[in-house]
C-alpha cells in the first residue's frame, strides 16, 4: 500500500459525490455556452481527454527514469472531438470510469516507484501546477496534480 492511500480514497469519495450531481444535470444545461466559454460538456470531454492522456503518464512513469511525456493541444482535443454533441450522461460514465481506473492504477504503483525523485521530467509544462525544471519531481506530484486539476474543472462544472 503507497503513501496515496488516503488521498485516493478521498478522491474516490469526491467522484462518487460529484458523479450523482453530475446525474442530476440534463443534456440541455450540459450544453449551454456562455460568453464564448466552454460548455459543461465541453469542460468534461476536457477532463475525459486530460484522464486519458495522464492514465498512459501514470503507466509509462513506471517504466522510465523520467517524468518526460508528450503534452496536447486541449482546445483542438475538444474541438475535433466536438463534445457539444455527445450525449451527456455517456459523457458522465466514461468521466467516472475512467477516474476509478485511475484511482486504482494509483494506489497499485509501489512507493519506491510513486516517491522517486526523478531529475528529469517535464511538468514545469505539462502539470497544473509546475515545478521547476532545476527540481526534482515525484510521481506522487503529478498524481496529485492531477487530482486538483480535475477539481479545479469539476468546480467550473458546478458553478
Given at each position: 500500500m503507497n503513501s496515496l492511500k488516503s488521498f485516493l480514497d478521498e478522491q474516490k469519495e469526491y467522484l462518487l459525490e460529484s458523479y450523482a450531481k453530475l446525474l442530476l444535470m440534463g443534456d440541455g444545461e450540459a450544453s449551454s455556452k456562455q460568453d464564448g466559454k466552454w460548455s459543461k460538456k465541453e469542460i468534461l470531454g476536457h477532463l475525459i481527454d486530460s484522464a486519458s492522456n495522464n492514465h498512459q503518464r501514470f503507466v509509462r512513469a513506471q517504466f522510465q527514469d523520467s517524468l518526460v511525456f508528450l503534452g496536447y493541444d486541449q482546445d483542438k482535443w475538444v474541438r475535433v472531438q466536438n463534445y457539444q454533441y455527445v450525449n451527456w450522461f455517456a459523457l458522465v460514465e466514461l468521466w467516472k470510469g475512467f477516474n476509478f481506473l485511475i484511482a486504482h492504477l494509483a494506489g497499485e504503483i509501489q512507493d519506491e516507484v510513486i516517491l522517486a525523485e526523478r531529475k528529469k521530467h517535464n511538468l514545469y509544462d505539462?502539470?497544473?501546477?509546475?515545478?521547476?525544471?532545476?527540481?526534482?519531481?515525484?510521481?506522487?506530484?503529478?498524481?496529485?496534480?492531477?487530482?486538483?486539476?480535475?477539481?479545479?474543472?469539476?468546480d467550473q462544472i458546478f458553478v
Open positions: 505539462i502539470a497544473s501546477v509546475g515545478i521547476p525544471e532545476n527540481k526534482p519531481a515525484t510521481l506522487d506530484y503529478f498524481i496529485r496534480d492531477y487530482y486538483f486539476h480535475l477539481r479545479h474543472h469539476m
